[in-house]
T-cell receptor, first 112, second 115 residues
Framework: GENVEQHPSTLSVQEGDSAVIKCTYSDSASNYFPWYKQELGKGPQLIIDIRSNVGEKKDQRIAVTLNKTAKHFSLHITETQPEDSAVYFCAAVMEYGNKLVFGAGTILRVKS | NAGVTQTPKFQVLKTGQSMTLQCAQDMNHEYMSWYRQDPGMGLRLIHYSVGAGITDQGEVPNGYNVSRSTTEDFPLRLLSAAPSQTSVYFC??????????????FGSGTRLTVV
């Protein structure tokens, strides 16, 4: 089955700096890669996603890149703000799959 | 429109006790699932359902039972609680299996401690 590895497990950045979180997946059949943000005491929320026929996607300060050949994808957050502090999860799923497989999560701390 | 509602928010059980974690959604979603979240291990799938009357096992199903008698409800049963089941449990739903491609809606979680 699919296995998703996520790095780093914790990341501290200064406000205004950029943050990058990386994930690798094992199943080449996976073709949808969402990112979720979990704030303290809440359930994860989808913030951005990318499909395998796209190399990069941006939404304001966040962007995701995908390298299908290397089977890795990354989340980029620019001009970080204190409200970006949260746990971020990457995930992977096949188009006709039944299961979303998550990475272990990254705790992002933005210091002001 | 409440989304995905989980009850209770917190629970303490003694080893060997049984209980049911409730999950309800009002979005007419066909697909529902249960995850557990443990430090350093992310979200691991326990059981899922693609529709009423249909359930299947995820990555870590042992010690848990589920049923799906209605579209709205997907309860998770712990038959004989063990300390290893101490975790935060999340219920999530999606319009259907294909809509996994457009993301889950998660509940706010149940923090369970087994002593």
């Amino acid at each position: 089955g699919e296995n998703v590895e996520q790095h780093p497990s914790t990341l501290s950045v200064q406000e205004g700096d950029s943050a990058v979180i990386k994930c690798t997946y094992s199943d080449s059949a996976s073709n949808y890669f969402p990112w979720y943000k979990q704030e303290l005491g809440k359930g994860p929320q989808l913030i951005i996603d990318i499909r395998s026929n796209v190399g990069e996607k941006k939404d304001q300060r966040i962007a995701v890149t995908l390298n299908k050949t290397a089977k890795h994808f990354s989340l980029h957050i620019t001009e970080t703000q204190p409200e970006d502090s949260a746990v971020y999860f990457c995930a992977a799923v096949m188009e006709y799959g039944n299961k979303l497989v998550f990475g272990a999560g990254t705790i992002l701390r933005v210091k002001s | 429109n409440a989304g995905v509602t989980q009850t209770p928010k917190f629970q303490v059980l003694k080893t060997g006790q049984s209980m049911t974690l409730q999950c309800a959604q009002d979005m007419n979603h066909e697909y529902m699932s249960w995850y557990r979240q443990d430090p350093g291990m992310g979200l691991r799938l326990i059981h899922y359902s693609v529709g009423a009357g249909i359930t299947d096992q995820g990555e870590v199903p042992n010690g848990y039972n589920v049923s799906r008698s209605t579209t709205e409800d997907f309860p998770l049963r712990l038959l004989s609680a063990a300390p290893s089941q101490t975790s935060v449990y999340f219920c999530a739903s999606s319009r259907n299996r294909q809509a996994l491609m457009r993301g889950y809606t998660f509940g706010s979680g149940t923090r369970l401690t087994v002593v």
